[in-house]
């Protein structure tokens, strides 16, 4: 079983940066792999950024790729996503994932995530 929680949400203008946070408890952290996700109201979730439980290996949306980085610790059970270049059309709530099967490329399905945050909203004002 593995709770998360994330933070670091808040708003920004455009062309800011935000870092999320996606703080795990549990002590198989590091076996698993990482996602985030985001959805805003009336819409589908979307998949953001992920990270295998090496930290070496990570994808991101075309969206977000060039402006926005995930990266891991896993001896402190926390995930990151670093994001620069913040446009309104970022605006949503961003969710963490983890899954213990899910590998390579199957990292963009959220349907192959066991567990999720509560989210943290992203606003940002143009």
């Known amino acids: 079983q593995v709770q998360l929680v994330e933070s670091g949400g808040g708003l920004v203008p455009a062309g800011g940066s935000l870092r999320l946070s996606c703080a795990a408890s549990?002590?198989?952290?590091?076996?698993?792999?990482m996602g985030w996700f985001r959805q805003a109201p009336g819409k589908e979730r979307e998949f953001v950024s992920a990270?295998?439980?090496?930290?070496?290996?990570?994808y991101y949306a075309d969206s977000v790729k060039g402006r926005f980085t995930i990266s891991r610790d896993n001896a402190k059970n926390t995930m990151y996503l670093q994001m620069n270049g913040l446009k309104p059309d970022d605006t949503d709530v961003y969710y963490c994932?983890?899954?213990?099967?899910?590998?390579?490329?199957?990292?963009?399905?959220?349907?192959?995530?066991?567990?999720w945050g509560q989210g943290t909203q992203v606003t940002v004002s143009s």
């Open positions: 994932a983890a899954s213990p099967t899910a590998g390579g490329s199957s990292l963009v399905r959220g349907s192959l995530y066991d567990y």
């Open positions: 549990g002590r198989t952290f590091s076996s698993y792999a």
């Open positions: 990270i295998n439980w090496t930290g070496r290996r990570t």
